[in-house]
């Protein structure tokens, strides 16, 4: 019998809200998400979509045309391809395949293709790597790096995304950034599930907080009830910054 990393853990998440997973290293936040995206399959338990019913039947390769895409911990990027190649791979998630015609090169399939670039451009653009579109992925910073993974899930139009410490090893001006264009993607409609151990950030941008700890849900809540729970403080928080955001 191997190790336990989630027990009986059991949440809602509401369409258009950001909600967050916290929890200490090794709660089991990205277990958590591989067995939502279907990387992961747990020994028991469910994971369902309102509109598609139970995930066990949605393999992985049919993610994307659920509607959910999402970034990873350790970044997977194609690092030899530029930033505008790894969102074009984003945008060949959704298509319906149209490989054929593009490699004879019909003029419907070379009009899609212009679009997709622009598309791609555009995305860069949200991200703010426009001027890196002919970089390759694994020259760019890290922070830069991990908003091109937010770019090429965006360009499979994701109804849900999650982002898996996506502010990880990013200074003040790039998380600062990056929190105006996750409430931005919320404005647009898209469901956000982070996770993410930068308390202030998380309290600026989640609507509804879960939180981990040796792989079982210890809370859940509004960030205002959850950065008050004893027990999130003890396990989680600790007492100084719950002293510090009271004072
Ligand atoms: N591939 C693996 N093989 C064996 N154990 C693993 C593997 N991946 C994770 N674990 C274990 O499962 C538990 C949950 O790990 P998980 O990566 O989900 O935690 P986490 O909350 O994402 O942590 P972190 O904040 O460090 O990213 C941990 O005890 C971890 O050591
Ligand atoms: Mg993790």
Same mark, same amino acid.
């Given at each position: 019998?191997?190790?336990?990393?989630?027990?009986?853990?059991?949440?809602?998440?509401?369409?258009?809200?950001?909600?967050?997973?916290?929890?200490?290293?090794?709660?089991?936040? +990205?277990? !958590?998400? $591989?067995?939502?995206? #279907?990387?992961?399959?747990?020994?028991? %338990? @469910? =994971?369902?979509? /309102?509109?598609? *019913?139970?995930?066990?039947?949605?393999?992985?390769?049919?993610?994307?045309?659920?509607?959910?895409?999402?970034?990873?911990?350790?970044?997977?990027?194609?690092?030899?391809? +530029?930033? !505008?190649? $790894?969102?074009?791979? #984003?945008?060949?998630?959704?298509?319906? %395949? @149209? =490989?054929?015609? /593009?490699?004879? *090169?019909?003029?419907?399939?070379?009009?899609?293709?212009?679009?997709?670039?622009?598309?791609?451009?555009?995305?860069?653009?949200?991200?703010?790597?426009?001027?890196?579109?002919?970089?390759?992925?694994?020259?760019?910073?890290?922070?830069?790096?991990?908003?091109?993974?937010?770019?090429?899930?965006?360009?499979?139009?994701?109804?849900?995304?999650?982002?898996?410490?996506?502010?990880?090893?990013?200074?003040?001006?790039?998380?600062?950034?990056?929190?105006?264009?996750?409430?931005?993607?919320?404005?647009?409609?898209?469901?956000?599930?982070?996770?993410?151990?930068?308390?202030?950030?998380?309290?600026?941008?989640?609507?509804?907080?879960?939180?981990?700890?040796?792989?079982?849900?210890?809370?859940?809540?509004?960030?205002?009830?959850?950065?008050?729970?004893?027990?999130?403080?003890?396990?989680?928080?600790?007492?100084?910054?719950?002293?510090?955001?009271?004072?």
């Amino acid at each position: 019998m191997g190790l336990t990393a989630l027990d009986d853990v059991s949440f809602n998440v509401r369409e258009g809200e950001v909600h967050a997973v916290i929890g200490p290293n090794g709660a089991g936040k +990205t277990t !958590l998400f $591989n067995i939502i995206s #279907g990387v992961q399959v747990p020994t028991s %338990g @469910s =994971v369902s979509l /309102r509109s598609v *019913g139970d995930l066990s039947k949605v393999p992985l390769n049919q993610r994307p045309s659920i509607g959910m895409m999402r970034t990873f911990q350790n970044i997977r990027l194609f690092g030899t391809m +530029t930033a !505008l190649e $790894n969102v074009l791979l #984003g945008a060949t998630c959704r298509s319906n %395949g @149209s =490989v054929l015609s /593009r490699a004879f *090169g019909f003029p419907k399939a070379r009009a899609s293709e212009r679009d997709a670039v622009a598309e791609a451009y555009r995305l860069l653009e949200r991200v703010g790597l426009a001027e890196a579109a002919l970089t390759p992925a694994h020259s760019l910073s890290y922070g830069a790096q991990r908003r091109l993974e937010i770019a090429r899930a965006l360009a499979a139009t994701p109804r849900i995304l999650m982002l898996d410490e996506p502010a990880a090893g990013m200074n003040d001006g790039e998380r600062h950034t990056l929190a105006d264009l996750i409430s931005s993607l919320q404005m647009d409609g898209i469901t956000i599930l982070i996770v993410e151990h930068d308390m202030p950030f998380i309290n600026r941008l989640s609507d509804q907080i879960t939180v981990l700890n040796f792989g079982k849900l210890i809370a859940s809540g509004t960030p205002e009830v959850v950065c008050r729970h004893p027990t999130v403080i003890e396990a989680y928080l600790g007492s100084e910054y719950a002293e510090a955001q009271h004072a």
